[in-house]
């Protein structure tokens, strides 16, 4: 318990996120969906104690996002969206009402993207590409 409770302060302190950049490529890859008409979501999972601190940080790295935009959730599964990018495997493996796009991360490795359907990408610039991939084939069905 005591554990649990450093590491939430940890993420809890501002000064933590100044640690932190977003991926290589975020901010065109982001900019690049919003103006091709797409409506982007930043969907979170975050400590209420937290989620003001991430907030800040968006709008620090992305001040084109709009914060009405943003929101913390824990259970991504309950959203009902075209497309979720996303590196939490648990986010993904369930049955999803959506295309599901897995950002490579080291903790996500050990699943076959086959059998669930999984795009797996390795950088910004290829989420835009499978996104357009995914596109691509809802207008051929």
Partial sequence: EDVATAI????????TYDL?????GAKSMLQKLINSG?????A???????FNTKVQWIKRHFPFM??????????????RCDVLVEDKLDNLLVTPHYYRVCVNRPWNTAVYDEVYGI???YGCQEIVAAIKQIEKKESED
């Fill in 66 to 79: 709009d914060e009405s935009r943003i929101m913390a959730i824990s259970h991504k599964h309950l959203l």
């Fill in 8 to 15: 939430k302060a940890i993420y809890a302190d501002p000064k």
């Fill in 119 to 121: 795009h797996r990408v």
């Fill in 38 to 42: 797409h409506q982007v979501y930043i």
């Fill in 20 to 24: 932190v950049q977003p991926l290589p």
């Fill in 44 to 50: 979170t999972h975050n400590w209420p104690a937290q």
